[in-house]
């Protein structure tokens, strides 16, 4: 065949004729740029999109991929749901030559809602405030105990607004309630429910002739109109630990009266308090013979009737009182200067180292104090 007929082949300016088999182009500098950039991307849009909005990644990193383990996904109610796999890259990829950075792992709910607080550096303990003990401010010493005042209070029964002022001392004191009056029993339980002492203010005959009142035990009677006497007294008095007696200068100067008188007081267990009406008494032998509880008064507060005399009558019980130990002192109901007094002077009283006490409490002692000539 002629070669000279057949057409020569057009060609096509500006182009090259490619070469068979066609050789594997290799991708310029700009070209892996913009490949390893298209990878990343894609890598990073798989990793959004199979982790859940609130879940956390954690893995194996390998080289070139990073396989999660489990993704914890804090649930509103508390509860934890485990979020599956995220999905590998498609096979056939290239893998980057550096790890691609991972995502920020959020904090669960209840992390971002309560912060964590800086730890609190312990504080030192201030040490004890110890008060400076000086000789101004340390306690003071109790004075030495000068005596015990014993205060009796008679005449009560006739009203119950004389027995409150004398109710209000803060101190023990005895109250001497006359028998059969209005307000005998009812002073008697008053008396008692204040917390202060009773007894038995018993009537008996005076020299001077003068009426001692309802129930009074006159010379005349005999001994079984002494003792029924003596019962219904009492009765009319309840709770009554003792007595005394009211007026009495002549019954209390017969020495078969007062053997009666202290016989039946000494049956019921009552001690007898002679309130010295006169001088030719004879409790205090008569009372020995019985062995009763006894004692005399020592100090009238009130034979007159102001507050200057009553204080005099006050300081020479005290006096008495530091001589003997103690001092029995006999004061009238109906006297409201006497009230004021003992309210004034007992603070003063205290502070000096003289202290109030019920008479029982003397009687207790009556025998050791009688027996000493105290």
């Given at each position: 065949?002629s ?17 068979w088999?066609?050789r ?10 913009l490949?390893?950039?298209?990878l ?6 798989l ?13 194996v990193s390998?080289?070139?991929r ?5 993704v ?22 290239i893998a ?16 971002r809602?309560?912060?964590v607080q ?7 303990v ?5 008060p400076?003990r ?26 119950m ?13 005895t ?45 005349s ?11 219904e007294a009492?009765?009319?008095?309840p709770?009554?630990t003792?007595a ?6 002549r ?21 007898f ?9 004879v409790?205090?032998?008569?009372a ?6 006894f004692t005399?008064?020592?100090v009238?507060l009130?034979?007159?009737?102001t507050?200057?005399?009553i204080r ?14 103690y001092?029995v ?7 409201p200067e006497l ?24 009687m ?10 105290n």
């Open positions: 065949m070669t000279g007929n057949r057409p020569k082949p057009v060609q096509e300016p500006n182009r090259t004729t490619p070469s088999p066609p594997k182009r290799t991708p310029t500098g700009g070209g892996r740029v490949v390893l950039l298209s990343i991307a894609g890598l990073l849009f990793l959004v999109v199979a982790l859940p909005p609130h879940g956390s990644l954690s893995g390998q080289r070139g990073t396989v999660p383990d489990a914890s996904e804090y649930a509103p109610d508390g509860e934890t749901r485990v979020a599956p796999h995220a999905a590998e890259p498609p096979a056939g990829t980057p030559t550096a790890d691609p950075p991972a995502p920020p792992v959020p904090r669960p709910p209840e992390d809602t309560a912060p800086p730890p609190v550096a312990p504080q030192p201030p040490p004890a405030v110890v400076d000086t000789p101004d401010t340390a306690a003071p010493v109790r004075p030495t105990h000068r005596g015990t005042l014993y205060l009796v209070i008679d005449d009560a029964g006739y009203n607004n004389d027995l409150e002022r004398f109710l209000a001392f803060p101190h023990p004191l109250i001497a309630v006359l028998p059969h009056l209005r307000w005998s029993t009812a002073s008697a339980l008053r008396t008692t429910r204040a917390g202060k002492e009773v007894i038995l203010h018993l009537p008996m005959e005076a020299n001077s002739g003068a009426d001692p009142g309802p129930g009074a035990i006159l010379v009677h005999d001994e079984a109109q002494i003792r029924r006497r003596v019962h009492l009765a009319s008095v709770g009554a003792g005394n007696n009211h007026m009495g200068s019954a209390t100067s017969d020495r078969r009266v007062m053997d009666i008188v202290i016989a039946e007081l000494n049956a019921r267990g009552l001690f308090l002679d309130s010295r009406t006169s001088a030719e008494t409790a205090r032998p008569a020995m013979a019985a062995g009763i509880r005399e008064r020592h009238f009130d034979n007159e009737r507050e200057a005399a005099s009558a006050f300081a020479e019980g005290l006096r008495v009182a530091e001589q003997r130990g001092a002192m006999i004061g009238h109901v109906m006297v009230a004021r007094v003992l309210m004034e002077v007992y603070p003063s009283v205290i502070e000096q180292g003289f202290t109030f006490g019920f008479l029982s409490d003397l207790a002692q009556s025998v050791a104090y009688e027996r000493t000539g």
